[in-house]
């Protein structure tokens, strides 16, 4: 007889076979290697401020919310950042969630039903998909950053009686490039279609202050961020109209049906905002060195993949060659992984660099002279 778990054992094992089999590996944080693949922008994650902030709110508020925000969660802290952070973003509301992918996996489908067409770039998170299929909306994928494809499908679909959103991101997680917005603001008022930006690699790091790519485009009606990059901290917000705020406490179950952000949390992600407007040196820097690194991974020939930001893939194709790539950079010091399939699309496996504010030009020509002895 058939174990229930077949299904499992077989997928396993399929993927053992690819050679794609995902495994969780500890990463010692003072293990020495340089860290040139996570999301902590701005190095705040270890900011004196930001660990002041989140153990003064501990302490005295404790180690959780204890109920979710409509029952008792919602404390003053949760309403100081949701205020604070509308002011510093000049949007009507903030919205707080509990994680970026919590959000919008569960927004989308709170935002569509099967009387709304989504337009989403071919690219954007795996979050977003979720959402769209939890929402049984009708998903029509553009190219990537192809906005002469948005036209032409929203043109195709656009009827009377029926909703649509455009959604995108404005630094996309594996490739670091950023399309076209102010065209596809354009698309949205021409279709008089909802048009919802993630941000996640943006806000804190791009835009005036820190405030997105999307900061002065009143067009976008909902921007979405996460606090788990450039904040340095944990958890995720939509920023948006009161009205549709709102609508997402009243109908968007991943708000309703969850336990508020812990006090710690909170603490940490308020200590990051306060610090935004005095971190223009450190963007400069961090977007400086960026530059200088994507250009000499081009001048060498090197397939970056169109970034123009601080997520640099050096695309290598090959799996086994990027395993192998990745194993050098780490003998090399630097703490380096394979991006391949199913993330990323078959034959674009690829190193995803992101520059931090932790990064000098220094490791940038060390990692440069490995690169080019690979
Ligand atoms: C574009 C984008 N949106 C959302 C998320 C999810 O955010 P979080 O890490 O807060 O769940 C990510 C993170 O990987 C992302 O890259």
Redesign the pocket.
């Known amino acids: 007889m058939k174990s229930r778990f077949e299904f499992v054992k077989d997928a396993l094992e399929a993927r053992q076979r690819a050679e794609q089999l995902r495994s969780l590996n500890e990463f010692e944080k003072d293990s020495g290697l340089i860290n040139v693949c996570g999301n902590d922008y701005l190095g705040l994650s270890k900011h004196p401020q930001v660990i002041n902030y989140s153990q003064n709110y501990l302490l005295k508020s404790g180690a959780g919310s204890t109920a979710s925000r409509l029952i008792a969660g919602t404390n003053r802290a949760h309403i100081e950042l949701e205020k604070e952070l509308a002011t510093w973003l000049e949007r009507e509301s903030v919205l707080l969630f509990n994680?970026?992918?919590q959000m919008?996996s569960s927004l989308i489908g709170a935002l569509a039903d099967k009387n709304t067409h989504l337009y989403y770039d071919k690219l954007n998170?795996n979050?977003l998909i979720q959402g769209a299929i939890l929402s049984r909306a009708n998903l029509h994928r553009y190219r990537h950053c192809d906005t002469d494809h948005l036209s032409t499908l929203i043109k195709k679909y656009h009827s009377a009686g029926k909703h649509h959103i455009i959604v995108t991101?404005s630094v996309f997680?594996m490739d670091g490039d950023v399309p076209n917005l102010s065209e596809i603001s354009n698309i949205a008022d021409e279709f008089d279609a909802i048009l919802i930006v993630?941000e996640?690699?943006s806000v804190g790091l791009w835009g005036p202050g820190g405030r997105g790519f999307t900061f002065d485009d009143s067009r976008v009606d909902m921007v979405l961020g996460?606090f788990?990059k450039a904040f340095g901290s944990f958890g995720?917000f939509a920023a948006c109209s009161d009205q549709l705020k709102t609508y997402l406490v009243n109908f968007c179950p991943g708000f309703v049906y969850t336990t508020a952000l812990p006090p710690a949390t909170i603490g940490a992600t308020l200590g990051a905002l306060k610090l935004m407007p005095t971190l223009d040196e450190v963007r400069n820097r961090v977007l400086n060195l960026s530059q200088k690194f994507r250009t000499e991974l081009t001048q060498h020939g090197f397939d970056i993949s169109g970034s123009t930001s601080q997520i640099i893939p050096v695309v290598i194709g090959s799996e086994e060659k990027t395993l192998e790539l990745a194993q050098k950079l780490q003998n090399a010091g630097f703490q380096a992984y394979a991006v391949r399939p199913p993330t990323v699309a078959a034959g674009r496996s690829r190193i995803r660099f992101t520059i931090t504010a932790d990064l000098t030009e220094k490791h940038i020509d060390q990692l440069i002279a490995e690169l080019l002895t690979s």
């Open positions: 994680s970026g992918f919008n998170h979050s991101e997680s993630d996640a690699h996460t788990g995720a």
